[in-house]
């Protein structure tokens, strides 16, 4: 192999690097309703099974912040009034998430070019970005992008979207937003073991992402981390695998015992070949951003992977303390990493799985 062709993939690394968006801000939002993880189980669930309680002890799980106060889960009468209140509080935490995302990027709403919105765990027409942007001052001319169904993935998946539109459109800003209210689906006439898993694993809460262009200039852009590569990648025939059930009485889990094993069996093909499309291998990743979706899961990724033991300290700190936030989760995971910002020069891979079967894959720098 010639010199030339040694280069080849460092050289691309780095055109990729020069024209990637940045991520300029990240937020969470929460309600006041926070619980541990045995009354949260005690109360919304009937079930009392040893067996359950051994479970919710060893879920990962030790606190959550819930959409509503407990006392009123019982109370819900069905899918319509569950559903008024993911619009109400899913508006007030989106709200929230992207207003504290913005005042930490340094950008004011008005300058906000695009905004995508991912959620799974309610139905609006229009959607609650639409109110949102009305709220914080956005522009009329704000583009819209929102996205219905992707479940746990569709945070990296939101993720990957926005790169997409900022490399089209390298001087915009554009905001992602997640809004998760898994407590609104549950359903207390379910016994099935997805629904109890759902009941000791998720959380409720909101995440936002503000991200730049590469030739957009805002305070901070120099340093702020991007994104230069990104990989979505489906399973066909694998549809059954995790979603919902939508019924009358609201959306029931489903929540194969495969999913662990999807990404013991796929998920190591998929991220070498990535990496090696650019050619890195993951001795060069020292940054995991990885959405916690159960400690089997977990626990599945880093074997899969080859993962260094405190690789994922993030993801497991971010279940014990909120559970798992479907979507919002792995920004979550992404905000955190920030927050501890990794050396200037090293590499890091994002990546979530979910329905479809399907996982998202982002190669980002600092």
């Known amino acids: ?19 990637a968006p940045r991520i300029a801000g990240t937020a969470t939002a929460f309600t006041s309703n926070r619980h541990s993880q045995q009354e949260v189980a005690e109360a919304l669930t009937e079930f009392a099974d040893p067996g359950f309680a051994r479970f919710a002890s ?8 819930l959409a509503l106060p407990l006392h ?6 069905g899918f319509t009034e569950a559903n008024a209140a993911y619009v109400e509080v899913a508006t007030d935490l989106g709200e929230r998430a992207i207003r504290s995302a913005l005042d930490a990027a340094g950008i004011q709403p008005d300058q906000v070019d695009a905004i995508v919105a991912v959620s799974s765990t309610g139905v609006a027409v229009p959607t609650i970005d639409a109110t949102i ?8 001319d704000v583009k819209r992008i929102p996205l219905f169904g992707l479940g746990c993935v569709a945070g990296a998946a939101g993720m990957a979207r926005v790169h997409d539109y900022l490399r089209g459109y390298p001087d915009h800003v554009a905001v992602l ?43 901070g852009a120099d340093s702020a981390p991007r994104v230069l590569a990104t990989r979505s990648r489906l ?24 999913v662990p094993k999807m990404a013991e069996d796929h998920l190591g093909d998929e991220v070498y070949r990535f990496l090696a499309d650019h050619g890195l291998t993951t001795a060069d990743i020292s940054t995991w951003v990885c959405h916690p979706g159960g400690p089997k899961v977990l626990e599945a990724i880093q074997g899969a992977v080859g993962m260094p033991a405190n690789a994922l300290r993030h993801s497991w700190e971010s279940m014990r303390e909120h559970g798992n936030i479907s979507s919002a989760s792995v920004l979550d995971v992404l905000g955190r990493t920030l927050a501890q910002r990794p050396a200037d020069g090293s590499l890091g891979l994002m990546l979530a799985m979910g329905p479809g079967f399907s996982f998202e894959l982002l190669l980002l720098s600092w």
């Open 177 to 219: 937003l997640s809004v998760e209210l898994c407590s609104l689906t549950l359903q207390r006439d379910d016994k099935s073991i997805p629904a109890l898993i759902g009941v000791c694993l998720f959380g409720d809460g909101a995440a936002a992402v503000v991200a730049t262009g590469a030739e957009r200039q805002t305070p």
């Open 133 to 140: 942007c009305s709220h914080l001052g956005f522009r009329p």
């Open 72 to 77: 009123r889960y019982p109370t819900l009468t």
């Open 1 to 19: 192999m010639t010199d030339t062709a040694l280069l080849a993939p460092l050289d691309s690394t780095r055109t990729a690097r020069r024209n």
């Open 235 to 258: 399973f066909p025939g694998t549809a059954d695998v995790m979603g919902w059930n939508v019924r009358s009485s609201g959306f029931k889990l489903v929540m194969s015992r495969d």
């Open 58 to 65: 060893t879920s990962g799980v030790e606190y959550r912040n």
